[in-house]
């Protein structure tokens, strides 16, 4: 049996995952950017100082990136109080981890550690084999050319070749590049035709250098833009009222997609109906993969009351990530039904709007009798307040003590005030979620929330989450 410090530790943990799940520093609809930062700070803290290893396994569950690289800076600057197997151990989840981030995200880190004058042997070899497992590094180069040179000066590297070093340091120096990329980007500054063989972002100052109208440009760099950038492009001329690149749905995340429906107008998304439900529903099936149809009779209690409106910064992202799960649980289940706290019956049409009867909504959900409910809202429940927590009360504890039904909460905003995020009653599990993708492990995780398991089997589960990684990462390299 689990020990009270062990139960403590457990929850300690739990804790700080749904942290790291859910907030990335920035304004929620409910806690300022001031507020989180400082509730997440403490919380970083906390968990090195007190549990440093379990603080380094968190890096093998699906955290946000934020987070994970806030997680790799503060192993490296503490690296003097890490015993050997210790740093062994970080180093390996450090890698594994790095090669997972966007690139724009890592040369960010190496900067951040280069301004904190974290300069030790460990981190330079991380820099370095990071460096070299870099696809095209000349792509880099004219993407990225600021992070890039930080990260060679502060590791002390070589670069891979004399000419790429010049770019980097000293790029219109040379008359001409060997290598075509970098030759097009000398090329730039002075032919208006060579700006649009370069990465989207590169293109995009040199348009602005030559006086290029905006419309012409974005028309003919179209086809170097990734889908991310399109559909960024897209969402802020909705907002502007103009047109832009049309996107191309397939093969969008699933989160990332439904956030796109979302910044749709309703007349928009009534237009293209037939191919918005298409993407979804596709984007659902290859997430759900071969767990599709096998997770028997499931309803969704989701919330898109008003303050599923997120924030300036994070416009929407409640919303969105409840839309996302909608797609995702009607494909993971045999038969599903999904209840929208408004009463909406057509999921592409939801809006913010409204109080949050969260209550009342699960009594409608227990009484279709699934063998799971799954609840996504953010856990201000307010029309009536309290209802929602002893309606799962009673359930629980009177109406199905032998757990016919599993039901599991998550929540998709980190509450700065409770360091955690809202829960909606003790008897039910709540794990944070980010994205709907992560929702099979977060189902997956939410057992610990429930108090009947421990550290022990907590541990266990981030050891082999860990491994699992690692070995993923070992057989990548490999090919």
């Not at 000349?138 to 670069?159: I, T």
């Not at 170097?224 to 802020?236: G, H, I, K, P």
């Not at 969704?300 to 997120?310: E, I, K, P, Q």
Request: aromatic letters at 8%; proline letters at 5%; hydrophobic letters at 40%.
């Amino acid at each position: 049996m689990d020990s009270y410090g062990d139960l403590i530790a457990a929850d300690d943990v739990l804790l700080f995952v749904n942290a790291a799940i859910t907030s990335t520093g920035q304004c929620e609809f409910h806690s300022d950017e001031g507020e989180q930062w400082l509730s997440l700070d403490f919380l970083h803290a906390y968990m090195l100082g007190n549990y440093r290893d379990l603080y380094a396994a968190v890096l093998a569950l699906d955290i946000n990136d934020h987070n994970a690289a806030l997680v790799i800076r503060h192993l490296l600057e503490t690296a003097g109080e890490a015993t050997a197997d210790q740093r062994r151990s970080e180093g390996r989840l450090i890698a594994c981890r790095l090669a997972t981030l966007p690139p724009q995200r890592v040369y960010g880190l190496f900067g951040a550690l280069r301004r904190a004058g974290v300069n030790n042997r460990r981190t330079r070899a991380i820099m370095r084999d990071w460096l070299s497992t870099r696809p095209d590094l000349a792509f880099d180069a004219v993407k990225y050319r600021s992070g890039l040179k930080r990260a060679l000066r502060h590791a002390h590297l070589v670069p891979a070749t004399e000419e790429l070093g010049t770019f980097v340091f000293a790029p219109l120096t040379r008359k001409h590049y060997a290598t075509p990329l970098l030759e097009t980007w000398r090329r730039a500054h002075y032919e208006q035709a060579a700006l649009y063989e370069l990465p989207y972002t590169a293109a995009e100052g040199f348009a602005a250098k030559h006086g290029i109208p905006r419309d012409v440009f974005l028309e003919r760099i179209a086809p170097r833009m990734t889908r991310q950038e399109t559909l960024r492009l897209q969402e802020s001329a909705h907002k502007r009222g103009a047109t832009a690149v049309r996107a191309d749905l397939a093969g969008m995340p699933l989160t990332r997609l439904a956030t796109y429906v979302l910044s749709l107008s309703v007349e928009d998304r009534l237009r293209q109906r037939a191919e918005l439900t298409r993407a979804l529903e596709s984007a659902a099936d290859r997430v759900a993969g071969s767990h599709r149809r096998s997770w028997g009779k499931v309803t969704a209690v989701l919330d898109d009351s008003f303050s599923t409106f997120g924030s300036v910064h994070k416009r929407r992202r409640p919303l969105a990530v409840a839309l996302a799960c909608h797609y995702l649980l009607a494909a993971l289940a045999d038969d599903y039904t999904g209840l929208w706290t408004s009463g909406r019956t057509d999921a592409l049409l939801t809006r913010p709007h409204g109080p949050t009867p969260l209550g009342r909504r699960i009594l409608d959900a227990l009484d279709i009798a699934p063998s799971r409910l799954v609840i996504v809202s953010d856990g201000w429940d307010n029309a009536p307040p309290g209802l929602a927590a002893e309606v799962l009360r009673i359930w629980r504890t009177r109406l199905d003590p032998e757990r016919r039904t599993s039901v599991v909460h998550l929540n998709p905003v980190y509450d700065a005030a409770d360091f955690d995020v809202r829960r909606l009653s003790p008897t039910v599990p709540t794990a944070g979620i980010r994205d709907a993708e992560d929702l099979p492990a977060l189902v997956e995780l939410a057992q610990f929330a429930e108090g009947r398991t421990g550290l022990a089997e907590l541990t266990t589960y981030l050891d082999t989450r860990a491994a699992r990684m690692t070995g993923d990462h070992d057989q990548e390299r490999a090919r």
